[in-house]
């Protein structure tokens, strides 16, 4: 009788645990509070799709010399990526990635970034975080700032962490991944 409590117990554990693993799995948001100052952590992942009929990212612009240019300087894009908790492009949305990107280094491939995140998803559903800034592409990871937001994150600062989690050349779809840190003035 002893072996079987023990195994019962041993078997809610695991059950437990696994559970808590599941749910971690698609938790894409953390709230810690620093004296009078809030901080949520935002973690998702955006889905480019370049080509295609389901495309999300269009060319609206180039600058006479974006054909020669290895960089492609000059040239616009506008975009509505879909964002979802895990990389798999089925898992639940959580957002949308919506803004502009401006090819603007002769040297290097980097662009000017406006990037709306419009959440959809959960308790911070209808706010926006807005970065603004330049995010080479050639780096593994990237560093942009938090310029501002609105809802649950009005007078945002922070910034976001970012990289490439996959890309297929063939199909023109790329995954990034995203880790933003949102900082607002709101008591806890």
């Not at 002893?2 to 698609?26: F, P, R």
């Not at 609206?60 to 240019?69: D, K, L, Q």
């Not at 919506?98 to 406006?114: P, R």
Request: aromatic fraction near 10%; glycine fraction near 8%.
């Amino acid at each position: 009788m002893k072996n079987v409590n023990s195994t019962c117990g041993l078997l809610i554990i695991i059950a437990s645990l696994l559970i808590a693993g599941a749910t971690a799995e698609t938790q894409w948001f953390e709230n810690f509070c620093r004296g009078n100052k809030n901080t949520t952590k935002l973690h998702f992942y955006v889905h480019d799709v370049r080509t295609g009929p389901n495309a999300t990212l269009y060319t609206v612009a180039n600058a006479s010399i974006t054909t020669t240019s290895p960089t492609g300087f000059g040239r616009i894009n506008v975009f509505d990526d879909r964002v979802t908790a895990a990389p798999d492009i089925g898992s639940e949305e959580v957002a949308r990635a919506q803004g502009t990107t401006t090819s603007v280094d002769l040297q290097v491939s980097a662009a000017s970034m406006n990037l709306n995140f419009y959440l959809t998803s959960g308790k911070f559903n209808g706010s926006t975080v807005t970065i603004i800034g330049r995010n080479q592409f050639t780096l593994a990871q990237r560093e942009l700032p938090v310029a501002g937001g609105s809802g649950a994150f009005r007078y945002a600062r922070g910034y976001a962490i970012t990289s490439s989690y996959s890309n297929d050349a063939t199909t023109n779809y790329s995954v990034l991944e995203y880790t933003i840190y949102i900082t607002t003035s709101t008591k806890c």
